[in-house]
């Protein structure tokens, strides 16, 4: 069991800085020392795989690759890669929202002007040895970067047979013509391992672990099912014949439409769940601890047929169960888990987290609801709260709490929220309050979304699930995260018993 602490939850890409989105440079390695001085000893990160399009680091093309945009231009001076003149005309950049489109058209010019300074030094011997350790997924990936940039971001699905189908001679000959674009996509997963490898040694150095978190599909077009198409059920053709989703809940009447493709589970128990496995274990090499996106999924998930328009006509389909952790928590320590047990969860799914005493997770917002409801039945509201579970104000996909308070919180919410806290607290100090009570719940991790720990509203949301515009961009400004408000968060970290002196 860990020891009591408390922790934030802020992106990467929310982090601020002048080249249009969060990155691994030094404005990181600031916001580790911000935590430390406010005696955090977690930092919660989301997914850090490359989009398949927009900023969505749930819709992946590479369960292992990281992604590039991420990559800190500023490191890359430092390290001779860029000059002061590759970095002096870049455009402006919004400084509270991430425009990808610039972003990426910005450092893809940074990126070709480092990798040709790259290829004039000479190979060195840690990217060779980056190359070879991560062979079993880099190969595929980078290939499959280029064939997709030849081929104008189409699906891999279009491409010719030999290519769509990876037969041998074709790959070759593939990677024969595209060897330098192959190259270039190797360089740039060794420049970000290796800035993000050196944060987290910061990070540790400042007695800071950070959680990251497993997404638990990949987008169609990526390079895990170009490369393992027998791993998802796909067709003849390999086109999904069901795609991933929830069904309809208080997010989306008509249920959350993800297109996915899903798992076909008993492939992968065939090879002992190798692939799944091998995923958790590289991201344990990346992250402290990591957490397990949609965790009933791997009891029962639902999936809709290909060509549906909403995930309304889905079923649940069932998952590998009892069977992957007993595999799984052979291999990795339980407590480097932590398993997204919200939603629909069924006493199925309770009995798995039971059975090996898994770390779940506590959301505030969800403590009040539902009216009418017997709220010694609630997990979520804080004398329920188990010593082996991480408690949030809110996650990713929920509003801030000043927005949900204001805007979504129901009369009869309010008024629970006022009885348990014995008062009627102002409603532009709701977050402080709820802050509060994370801090001083049972739970041996309380985790912030900084939103919320800086009070902010609904314009700084994350995402809405069930929507596309507007997710993901959201950023800090500089200087928002002030001494004040760390002064106020090492107190209350000290008065709940959540701060551990070095």
């Given at each position: ?46 997914p850090l795989n490359p989009p398949a399009g927009g900023l969505c680091p749930y819709h992946c093309l590479s369960a292992f690759a990281g992604n590039s945009l991420l990559i ?288 779940g997770m506590r959301v505030l917002q969800y403590a009040f609801d539902p009216p009418g409801a017997d709220s010694r039945d609630n997990l979520h509201i804080p004398f329920n ?91 800090l400004r500089e200087g928002q995260l002030t001494a004040a408000v760390l002064k106020d968060l090492a107190k209350a970290t000290q008065t709940y018993g959540r701060a551990k002196?070095?």
């Amino acid at each position: 069991m860990h020891d009591r602490a408390g922790g934030i939850l802020a992106h990467i890409s929310s982090l601020p800085g002048k080249y249009g989105i969060g990155d691994l440079g030094p404005q990181a390695y600031r916001f580790a020392d911000k935590l430390a001085r406010a005696k955090q000893r977690y930092w919660q990160v989301l997914p850090l795989n490359p989009p398949a399009g927009g900023l969505c680091p749930y819709h992946c093309l590479s369960a292992f690759a990281g992604n590039s945009l991420l990559i800190s231009p500023e490191l890359l001076l430092r390290d001779g890669l860029l000059t002061r003149k590759d970095l002096s005309d870049g455009p402006k950049f919004p400084s509270t929202k991430v425009d990808v489109d610039a972003v990426r058209s910005y450092k893809s010019r940074l990126f070709s002007a480092a990798y040709e300074r790259f290829k004039g030094k000479g190979k060195r011997a840690r990217y060779r040895q980056f190359c070879g350790d991560n062979r079993a997924w880099l190969d595929d990936y980078v290939l499959f970067g280029a064939l997709r940039e030849r081929f104008g971001g189409g699906r891999w699905c279009d491409w010719p047979a030999g290519l769509r189908e990876r037969r041998e001679g074709d790959l070759a000959e593939a990677r024969r013509e595209l060897s330098d674009d192959v190259e270039k996509g190797e360089f740039l997963q060794y420049v970000f391992y290796r800035q993000w490898l050196s944060l987290k040694d910061y990070c540790k150095g400042q007695n800071v672990r950070i959680i990251g978190d497993i997404p638990i599909y990949v987008a169609y077009d990526s390079s895990d099912v170009w490369s393992h198409p027998e791993l998802f059920k796909l067709n003849r053709t390999k086109q999904p014949r069901f795609v991933g989703g929830s069904p309809p809940d208080c997010f989306s009447r008509t249920g959350q439409l993800w297109g996915n493709p899903v798992y076909d589970w008993r492939a992968l128990k065939k090879s002992g769940y190798s692939w799944w496995i091998r995923r958790i274990e590289h991201n344990l090499g990346l992250f402290d601890i990591v957490r397990l996106d949609h965790f009933r999924a791997f009891v029962a998930y639902w999936e809709v047929r290909a060509g549906s328009r909403t995930a309304k006509a889905g079923r649940y389909a069932a998952g590998p169960g009892e069977s992957f952790f007993d595999e799984l928590l052979k291999r990795v320590d339980r407590d480097s888990l932590i398993v997204e047990d919200l939603g629909d969860i069924t006493d199925d799914v309770r009995r798995l987290i039971d059975k090996h005493d898994l770390c779940g997770m506590r959301v505030l917002q969800y403590a009040f609801d539902p009216p009418g409801a017997d709220s010694r039945d609630n997990l979520h509201i804080p004398f329920n709260h188990s010593k082996n579970c991480v408690v949030y104000t809110g996650t990713h996909d929920n509003n801030t709490v000043k927005a949900w308070f204001s805007g979504e919180a129901n009369i009869e919410q309010k008024q629970r929220l006022s009885a348990y806290l014995g008062r009627h607290p102002a409603a532009t100090n709701m977050h402080a309050e709820l802050v509060r009570l994370a801090m001083s719940s049972p739970a041996w991790l309380s985790v912030i979304p900084i939103q919320d720990l800086l009070g902010l509203g609904g314009a700084t949301r994350m995402n809405l699930p069930g929507t596309i515009a507007g997710n993901w961009s959201w950023r800090l400004r500089e200087g928002q995260l002030t001494a004040a408000v760390l002064k106020d968060l090492a107190k209350a970290t000290q008065t709940y018993g959540r701060a551990k002196e070095r």
